[in-house]
């Protein structure tokens, strides 16, 4: 079955805007990868006394919406300071690109990843700022809350997907979904959780049960 692109999605995938890489940036990040079929990199340029990000690029390997949200996002960031820019969230990148293919919502969550992802490193290594990387049920939840179930193009906690969050003495996780075992989804929802679970620095093992 052929996907169903927008206006505003094809114009930005054939003429994308922000491509490239900045040489010496102030920060940089890179999400995906392209084993998974997806990978974005963001370079930021930031005005030190104004906070504003005065330049913005992009590389990707992907497809047409990862390269079209890449576009948007990268638009919706420029000129902004810091603290507006990493507001931006990948609900309203889609709404910017006249809405998604459920499947394919997952890239405008990559978008948005990369572009914090840079304003997080700018943070930490021009501005010294210290970020809470504590493992707790709230941290998870909001991790979980970024995991796009690809029928629907929504995220797994507003669908009420998430049954259990649990953690140990080992930090060792149990997630149980409430999913069918059979749901042609499930081992790209397991992937996803994986990964993202897998960026807390002293987690355990990550258990994930359908129920």
Same mark, same amino acid.
């Given at each position: 079955?052929?996907i169903k692109y927008t206006k505003?999605?094809?114009? +930005?995938?054939?003429?994308? +805007?922000?491509?490239?890489?900045i040489e010496n940036p102030d920060?940089?990040?890179?999400?995906?990868?392209?084993?998974?079929?997806?990978?974005?990199?963001?370079?930021?340029?930031?005005?030190? *006394?104004?906070?504003?990000?005065?330049?913005?690029?992009?590389?990707?390997?992907?497809?047409?919406? /990862?390269?079209?949200?890449?576009?948007?996002?990268?638009?919706?960031?420029?000129?902004?300071?810091?603290?507006?820019?990493?507001?931006?969230?990948?609900?309203?990148?889609?709404? *910017?690109?006249?809405? $998604?293919?459920?499947?394919?919502? +997952?890239?405008?969550? $990559?978008?948005?990843?990369? $572009?914090?992802?840079?304003?997080?490193?700018?943070?930490? /290594?021009?501005?010294?700022?210290?970020?809470?990387?504590?493992?707790?049920?709230?941290?998870?939840?909001?991790?979980?809350?970024?995991?796009?179930?690809? *029928? #629907?193009?929504?995220?797994?906690?507003?669908?009420?997907? #998430?049954?259990?969050?649990?953690?140990?003495?080992? @930090?060792? #996780?149990?997630?149980?979904?409430?999913? @069918?075992?059979?749901?042609?989804?499930?081992?790209? $929802? *397991? +992937?996803?959780?994986?990964?993202?679970?897998?960026?807390?620095?002293?987690?355990?093992?990550?258990?994930?049960?359908?129920?």
């Amino acid at each position: 079955m052929a996907i169903k692109y927008t206006k505003k999605v094809i114009e +930005h995938f054939q003429n994308p +805007h922000n491509v490239g890489k900045i040489e010496n940036p102030d920060a940089m990040a890179t999400e995906g990868s392209p084993a998974c079929g997806d990978q974005l990199s963001v370079y930021l340029k930031v005005d030190k *006394k104004s906070q504003i990000i005065k330049e913005i690029k992009f590389q990707s390997y992907g497809c047409a919406s /990862n390269i079209a949200t890449a576009s948007i996002i990268t638009d919706m960031a420029l000129g902004k300071i810091i603290e507006e820019a990493k507001k931006i969230t990948w609900k309203q990148a889609a709404d *910017k690109l006249g809405g $998604l293919p459920p499947i394919k919502m +997952h890239c405008s969550v $990559l978008a948005i990843d990369a $572009l914090r992802g840079a304003i997080k490193n700018y943070e930490k /290594n021009k501005l010294g700022k210290k970020f809470d990387e504590s493992l707790n049920k709230q941290s998870i939840e909001k991790q979980l809350n970024e995991v796009i179930y690809g *029928k #629907v193009g929504v995220d797994i906690i507003s669908l009420r997907l #998430v049954k259990y969050i649990g953690i140990d003495e080992k @930090n060792n #996780v149990l997630i149980e979904l409430s999913l @069918n075992k059979e749901d042609q989804f499930k081992d790209d $929802l *397991k +992937h996803e959780i994986t990964e993202r679970l897998n960026r807390f620095p002293k987690i355990g093992k990550i258990k994930i049960a359908l129920v």
